[in-house]
């Protein structure tokens, strides 16, 4: 697996190395916003937004940062507890949007070009279908969008920090619109690959 996204800024951490992935999660991607218009400056030591919790992508209309490998987990959801031990382990891929939530609907094409950037790495990388959560991304309503955390973890697709476990205080990225993201990733892979089916799922001959 290739870790890091070609063509991205990488900013490794020097304070944090990433989490194992737990193995038995499916693989997901996290949308985060980081209710800012402004990107972090400096790197290295200098804590992500003066703490430490990094995503493995920061990503804006200027462009994507990585600061972990997705080799490994990041630090973005809330800390584990018992019953939402693995939130951060669980093969959840973070990227913190430059964006504010409130205006999810309205971003900017430029800015849902990137995400898709970085969706398809993904996909490329982990084989990961994007699947949506059956209730998609709502407004500011905080609530348990899962049944149970062992549901969480068996997603597979993308969701936001409104869906994990352990994380209902929060409800970012609000209404973005994912069904676009994905469908720009599809064609993103469509044309990497003429053996995509189905624009979702990458399909290969038996012995290639």
């Not at 939130?87 to 609907?105: D, L, P, S």
């Not at 998609?136 to 997603?155: C, I, L, M, T």
């Amino acid at each position: 697996m290739q870790g890091w996204m070609s063509g991205a800024t990488r900013t490794p951490p020097q304070s944090r190395s990433g989490l194992a992935w737990e193995g038995q999660s499916a693989w997901k991607m996290v949308w985060h916003t980081t209710e800012s218009s402004y990107r972090r400056n400096g790197g290295g030591a200098t804590n992500y937004h003066g703490h430490q919790s990094y995503p493995h992508f920061e990503i804006s209309e200027t462009g994507i940062e990585q600061y972990l490998p997705i080799t490994v987990g990041a630090y973005a959801l809330a800390p584990a507890t018992t019953e939402h031990g693995i939130g951060n382990a669980a093969h959840a891929v973070q990227a913190e949007i430059v964006w504010q939530a409130a205006e999810a609907a309205v971003m900017s094409e430029r800015l849902l070009e990137h995400i898709a950037q970085v969706l398809t790495f993904l996909r490329s990388e982990t084989g990961m279908t994007p699947n949506l959560p059956a209730q998609g991304f709502a407004g500011p309503e905080r609530r348990n969008w899962f049944a149970s955390a062992a549901d969480w973890y068996a997603f597979e697709g993308v969701c936001g920090h409104q869906h994990v476990p352990g994380n209902f205080d929060r409800w970012d990225p609000g209404r973005i619109p994912a069904q676009r993201i994905v469908a720009l990733s599809d064609a993103h892979l469509a044309a990497a690959d003429p053996l995509l089916l189905g624009g979702r799922t990458l399909v290969r001959f038996a012995g290639e």
